[in-house]
């Protein structure tokens, strides 16, 4: 059942609008509730106790003596939830606190609750754990080869969490004619994207009380009350209706807070336990190392074109360091090689890749999930063919596009696709083609293309039920309430279906509360990942006001006696069309309908199409979408030859969002991911030291302790400052889907792809050095600038 | 989150208590300025601090004057935040490359709290040492963290973490001395080169009881020329991963060369300062900075201590002191 779609073109009376987010005075004023604003009366306060080993047996737990602590009230231990959970049904290998095994350095094994945080903090140190400490793997490729020791022992695949192996097209003969054909050239790679986090500003922090009528209330920090809400009911062993998830304000999520996690579990068995109140706040340091952060990988890619320029095959093979356990990896597995099929054509395709655990903090999804990394070898092993060609890189582009209404050569159905105008858009804001040419050696531009999905096909786990649902309310005071299970992080998903909902009903953007993300008060939505609320959240939004919006009319054109579809609502009114001096208030309008129909509630849901959008092959359903956005970005780029700095002065972003329903949420996601594409490229490493203590650059790590993370604060792990940041041009570019709502994709994560290998193909541009290896540091830039100009003595000799 | 042990506080309202109390206190006390280093050291568990001692209601140690008899001569109180002093008229007319120092410190928000004494007194930092409780449990202490031994040079018996504070290389430069009162003399004035020594876990020559209450900065003649250049990986917020402090005396035409020092910070518990005068005539040019930069990166010998590749910061800081030498012939 394919979308409802409807008021597909302008003229438009909100959407499109110059409008704010509907929480930005709330947030900006200090008033919106985050979880740790609030405060129940006898609230106690739960840690949790971490191992320092990154691989080891537990032998014992003893609570007592910090069970015995003046204040402590409650402790926990793991076999009190002994179920094994995971937010992929497929792959349940964690549990809420540790019973037999840790697996990393911060793996969780026991909790307290407490009167206050510092007793709480102070009862860890008198839990006694008694470890039988064991070899720590942390490389992946030594924890691939390595049979002897298993992270997980009831895996059947050694430390191999999933491999996926797929093939598509006559791949070996296409690659060799890039060596056979004239003029055409294979390429080969081996790039790494190392691990980075989200680093959201608002810590994970969870509250739990379970009342007098037997009922769990959770309120937490996440993106996915949903998903919350059923791995709650599974290692609590109670039935979904006994609980009930809350999310509050979210302060940044960026799919750092899209799984359950330890601190939910802690606070809610220490609420059964106890009959108070619970909360659990992490520190910075366990935001660190609850991580499900980018994965790192090691990619190796070959890379066809003929002389024309035409992609003729590409193949990659990437082993991903998955961490300590599951987290989303069977997707991120798929991902790896499923979304890098678009934006340009491929003559033949396949990719391996191969995920492996480690003992380092899980690894799962960041804005992006799975395919920022391989975009950012696809993009650079493209501007090396187009250097080989002597072409110009966005021409190079152009020549291998896709198109509309086409299909990947992994089966996906693209719709709309405006990747052309956005090419179109940086080639002409950056004034690529005469700036480029007047560039002094040290500056150069960089281009790179993308393309995401507008949410996943199908949800995580298997059902046919609604993935998306909204009720809307509306009433003699002129007021619509609106009430939905999706997530807004910050992205704004409430402004938005408020949005849809103030476009359908003719009110203004004020006149719509929205409730989202109770499960007790919200109709049931997948949440906030894979980019998908606009769309799906979107459409149903569009199902529920389009109901409510025709009994309105119906009403209004009864009373006028005159047909219903010469009435609309815009603007606080009702309106004829035919004779726009006859109008009456809205509020006049609902005061009709509420006459004529009784109390005025509707609901809308959204299910994703069945047919036309993949292929029929296992596997083909994941990275598949409703529809998919494109980006383009050029990068401005200084290096300074001596100290190796790069200094990114300008990025132009061009994304392809289907229609901005509100532009400067769409800006403020575009400059967003430019801005975390840049520190990830730059700045940012999530760095567990693999041997040793050894940091980056190092050629000799200390041989002491494996498994450590490099720096577990703000200040170790730097995102770039304001003035850190470049400029950035933020270029909207609309191609309507027809099934988003009014043509709407997404907007969150793509515009992040591009600007990594835009880059880095600048700085190739600027001083004619590849870093295949992120991130660039100045000790890369000189090793490589010192290599080059080794390189050009030995050619002039 | 973090939080601060329970800690006895007091708030002495003389000079003579505070160093009383500190006295009494003894290797527990802790002299609470700005706190903006302090705090969260003693949230870290890195300092084991047990009583501080607020300076916040001693009288005559904010403020900022040149002296009345030496013209030229800035007196800076302890207590003076590094935002007053950033901006403060004398210190711009007089003190340029102390303003601009200041101002590359840490963020708004925290120049607003920090104190020059209390820059001047920032603890050392290794990157096994400023770590949260957990990260040094498994890795099992260090010489500064319930440990006996170092991991940044192996088997040492001396702690090497680094002075990461940005004000000293720019004092030494300056000439600057510091007043402190208390101790067993009762007294005394150093040179801010004569503040450290080479101890990570006790890295100034403060003795028990004594407080820095002013910084003294003699009137630079206008042939001197002191500037100084930080490297971190951010352009704010951060600590230097490489620091370096120049001061060139030169002709009257300013042509060439008659004295000089080099400063180089964030290296170990102690600046290492580097006299210029085997360089004592040479004209100030292109080969001069070249040189310049070569014995700043020969003398800076980094040690991986801070977060980041020792190789590096001794490239950069080669470089750094080059560029400061081409500044001064930019600007001269």
Redesign the interface.
């Known amino acids: 059942m394919s979308a409802p779609t409807t008021l597909s073109s302008p003229p438009f009376d909100v959407v499109g609008g110059d409008h704010a987010k509907l929480d930005a005075p709330d947030r900006l004023t200090g008033v919106a509730a985050f979880t740790d604003d609030i405060t129940l009366p006898r609230m106690l306060h739960a840690k949790i106790l971490r191992s320092p080993h990154a691989h080891a047996r537990i032998l014992s737990i003893d609570t007592t003596r910090a069970a015995a602590l003046p204040g402590v009230v409650d402790v926990v231990v793991g076999s009190e939830m002994p179920l094994t959970y995971g937010v992929i049904p497929w792959t349940p290998d964690e549990q809420a606190l540790a019973t037999d095994k840790v697996r990393y350095v911060g793996d969780a094994v026991a909790a307290v609750a407490a009167i206050d945080e510092e007793t709480a903090n102070r009862a860890l140190a008198f839990i006694d754990v008694h470890y039988e400490v064991l070899p720590a793997l942390c490389d992946p490729r030594e924890a691939m080869a390595n049979t002897d020791v298993l992270i997980h022992e009831d895996n059947r695949h050694g430390n191999i969490s999933k491999r996926v192996k797929l093939a598509f097209g006559e791949v070996d003969s296409a690659l060799a004619a890039g060596d056979s054909e004239p003029g055409a050239h294979r390429i080969a790679g081996h790039y790494e994207f190392h691990g980075t986090t989200h680093a959201a500003i608002e810590p994970h922090c969870a509250l739990a009380h379970f009342d007098t009528t037997g009922l769990l209330t959770v309120w937490s920090a996440t993106q996915v009350p949903h998903y919350l809400h059923r791995e709650l009911a599974r290692v609590l062993e109670l039935p979904t209706y006994r609980i009930r998830v809350i999310q509050p304000a979210v302060g940044g999520a960026f799919g750092g807070k899209s799984e359950p996690f330890d601190l939910e579990f802690v606070a809610a068995r220490l609420a059964i336990k106890t009959g108070r109140p619970v909360k659990c706040l992490y520190t910075r340091e366990e935001v660190f190392l609850a991580h499900r952060g980018r994965h790192p990988f090691s990619m190796d890619y070959e890379t066809s074109v003929d002389a024309d320029g035409r992609i003729l095959a590409v193949s990659g093979e990437t082993v991903l360091d998955g961490g300590a356990y599951s987290s989303f990896g069977l997707v991120t597995t798929y991902y790896s090689g499923q979304l890098l099929c678009s934006p340009y054509s491929f003559g033949a395709y396949r990719f391996h890749s191969t995920r492996v655990y480690t003992n380092k903090p899980a690894c799962g999804p960041k804005r992006g999930h799975g395919s920022v990394q391989p975009r950012f070898a696809i993009e650079v092993q493209l501007d090396k063919a187009a250097h080989l060609l002597d072409m110009d890189p966005i021409a190079l582009r152009r020549r291998n596009l896709l198109g509309a209404n086409s299909t990947t050569i992994n089966g996906f159905h693209i719709g709309s696709n405006g990747f052309a105008a956005c090419l179109d858009a940086v080639e002409a804001s950056s004034d690529w083609q005469t700036r480029r040419a007047k560039l002094p050696r040290g500056r150069g531009l960089g281009v790179a293309g993308s393309t995401y999905i507008s949410g996943t096909n199908y949800c995580i786990y298997p059902t046919d039920l609604p993935q998306a649902a909204v009720q809307i309310c509306l009433d003699r005071s002129g007021r619509v309430r609106l009430f939905t299970g999706a997530s807004d992080i910050g992205q704004g998903s409430n402004t938005t279906l408020a949005v849809i909902a103030a476009e359908h009903l003719g009110v203004e953007l004020a006149d719509v509360r929205v409730i989202a993300a109770d499960t007790d008060l919200c109709p049931v939505d997948l949440g906030a990942y894979s980019s998908r609320q606009t769309l799906m959240a979107g459409n149903a939004a569009i199902m529920a006001a389009q109901e409510l919006g025709k009994k309105v009319r119906k009403a209004v054109a009864d009373h006028w006696q005159c047909s219903p579809k010469v009435v609309t609502l815009a603007g606080r009114r009702a309106q004829r069309l035919d004779d726009p001096a006859v109008f009456i208030p809205i509020q006049d309008a609902f005061v009709l309908a509420e006459t004529a129909f009784g109390t005025l509630g509707s609901v809308g849901h959204y299910n994703t199409p069945r047919s036309g959008v993949h292929g029929d092959y296992r596997g083909g359903t994941i990275g598949a979408s409703p529809a998919y956005s494109f980006s383009a970005h050029v990068a401005d780029v200084e290096v300074d030859v001596e100290t190796g700095d790069v200094t990114v002065h300008h990025i132009w972003a061009a994304h392809d969002c289907g229609r901005a329903l509100s532009p400067v949420l769409v800006e403020g996601q575009i400059e967003g991911s430019v801005y975390m594409g840049v520190a990830e490229a730059l700045m940012e490493h999530h760095h567990v030291m693999p041997t040793g203590l050894g940091l980056e650059g190092e050629k000799e790590p200390g041989p002491w302790v494996s498994g450590l993370l490099a720096g577990s604060s703000l200040l170790d792990y730097p995102i770039p400052t304001t003035l850190d940041t470049p400029e950035i041009s933020a270029l909207i570019i609309e191609d309507p889907d027809p099934r988003g709502p009014f043509g709407a994709k997404e907007a969150g994560e793509g515009p992040l792809h591009p600007a990594i290998p835009a880059v880095v193909n600048a700085i190739y541009d600027a001083v004619g050095i590849r870093i295949d290896c992120l991130p660039v540091t100045p000790e890369k830039v000189l090793a490589a600038l010192d290599a080059l100009a080794a390189q050009k003595g030995s050619d002039d000799a | 989150?973090?939080?601060i042990?329970?800690i006895a506080h007091e708030r002495p309202s003389s000079v003579t208590a505070a160093t009383d109390a500190l006295q009494k206190l003894g290797e527990h006390g802790r002299v609470l300025g700005g706190g903006t280093d302090l705090l969260p050291n003693l949230k870290l568990g890195t300092d084991k601090g047990r009583a501080l001692v607020s300076l916040a209601a001693l009288p005559g140690l904010v403020g900022i004057a040149e002296d009345a008899e030496r013209a030229g001569t800035v007196r800076i109180g302890a207590m003076t935040t590094l935002d007053v002093i950033a901006n403060d008229p004398i210190v711009q007319r007089l003190l340029p490359s102390l303003a601009e120092t200041v101002r590359r410190i840490a963020s708004p928000q925290i120049r607003n709290q920090a104190t020059i004494a209390g820059n001047l007194c920032l603890d050392t930092r290794c990157?096994?040492i400023?770590?949260?409780d957990?990260?040094r449990?498994?890795?099992?202490g260090c010489l500064k963290s319930h440990g006996d031994a170092c991991?940044v040079v192996?088997g040492s018996q001396n702690c090497v973490a680094a002075l990461s504070c940005d004000t000293a290389p720019v004092l030494i430069a300056l000439g600057a001395r510091v007043h402190v009162v208390g101790g067993d003399d009762g007294g005394r004035t150093l040179a801010v080169a004569d503040l450290y020594c080479t101890d990570g876990l006790a890295h100034t020559t403060l003795t028990q009881g004594e407080l820095i209450t002013a910084v003294e900065i003699p009137a630079l003649p206008p042939t001197h020329w002191v500037t100084y250049r930080k490297?971190s990986?951010?352009?704010?917020?951060?600590?230097p991963l490489v620091s370096v402090a120049l001061r060139l005396d030169t002709c009257r035409e300013r042509d060439h060369l008659k004295g000089g020092m080099l400063v180089i910070g964030a290296l170990g518990p102690k600046p290492r300062i580097v006299d210029l005068k085997k360089f004592k005539g040479r004209d100030i040019d292109a080969a001069l900075a070249a040189e310049i930069g070569r014995v700043a990166e020969i003398r800076a010998k980094t040690l991986?201590n801070l977060?980041?590749?020792?190789?590096?910061r001794r490239?950069?800081a080669g470089?750094e002191a080059k560029r400061a030498v081409l500044a001064f012939m930019a600007n001269r």
Not at chain 2, 233 to 239: E, L, N, P, S, T
Not at chain 2, 307 to 312: H, Q
């Open positions: 989150m973090l939080r042990r329970p990157r096994y400023n770590q949260s957990l990260f449990e498994a890795l099992g991991h192996v490297w990986r951010r352009k704010a917020i951060d600590f991986p977060p980041y590749d020792p190789a590096y490239r950069r470089v």
